[in-house]
């Protein structure tokens, strides 16, 4: 069974740095593509990332609109992708998800439960 | 980023009332289209993606369609367990949703 499970999440200051972990189990991410994806209180839905398997490449992509502030990366031999969060603002405040690609297309089948980021003085 | 406009906002039913949901690019997504439903609290869920194939296990009384730039979600005969916040995403390009359509009971 294909699960997910996200954790780091919680309180921070403005300014401040925080790490996600996301555990996949059931498949590897070498093999299947992922998206962090966000959801700020009463929101939408935002894609804040994404990480290609290793059959496409591996390529990683942000949203443009973070400006370099959030790094995805990977410990294959754990099977963690995280999620390195920088110069964190308050409307970054949200649920962060992890998901799993269907294929090589960066919709998603299977996602965690999210792991809650808040970001206040 | 691809911006998704998704109509409308807000939509007032009925149980057994059929109800449509749009979404408009402004270029090309081919069928590169997938939609999800989220109730409160839950994570989304995959209902549809290439525009048109429903997911297994998703009743059949959900559709879609379109290609290019105007994609829709259909669902006949809303059921109880329905009344959800619906969007669409494009992944085409770096993935974009639609802003979402809250369907409630009227």
């Known amino acids: 069974e294909v699960q997910m499970v996200e954790s780091g999440g919680g309180l921070v200051q403005p300014g401040q740095s925080l790490r996600l972990s996301c555990i996949g189990s059931g498949f590897s991410f070498s093999d299947y593509g992922m998206n962090w994806i966000r959801q700020a209180p009463g929101k939408g839905l935002e894609c804040v990332g994404f990480?290609?398997?290793?059959?496409?490449?591996?390529?990683?992509e942000h949203a443009a609109s973070l400006r370099g502030r959030f790094t995805i990366s990977k410990d294959a031999s754990k099977n963690i992708v995280y999620l390195q969060m920088n110069s964190l603002q308050i409307d970054d405040t949200a649920v962060y998800y992890c998901?799993?690609?269907?294929?090589?297309?960066?919709?998603?089948?299977?996602w965690g439960l999210g792991t809650l980021v808040t970001v206040s003085s | 980023d691809v911006q998704m406009t998704q109509s409308p906002s807000t939509l007032s039913a009925s149980v057994g009332d059929s109800v449509t949901i749009t979404c408009r690019a402004r270029q090309s997504l081919r069928d590169w289209v997938a939609w999800y439903q989220q109730k409160p609290g839950e994570a989304p869920k995959l209902l549809l993606s290439t525009a048109s194939t429903l997911e297994g296990g998703v009743p059949s009384r959900f559709s879609g369609s379109g290609s290019g730039t105007q994609f829709t979600l259909s669902i006949n005969s809303l059921q109880p367990e329905d009344f959800a916040t619906y969007y669409c995403?494009?992944?085409?390009?770096?993935?974009?949703f639609g802003a979402g359509t809250k369907v409630h009971i009227k």
């Open positions: 998901t799993q690609w269907v294929g090589a297309s960066s919709f998603s089948r299977h």
């Open positions: 995403q494009q992944y085409m390009y770096f993935p974009t």
């Open positions: 990480m290609k398997s290793e059959p496409y490449g591996g390529t990683i």
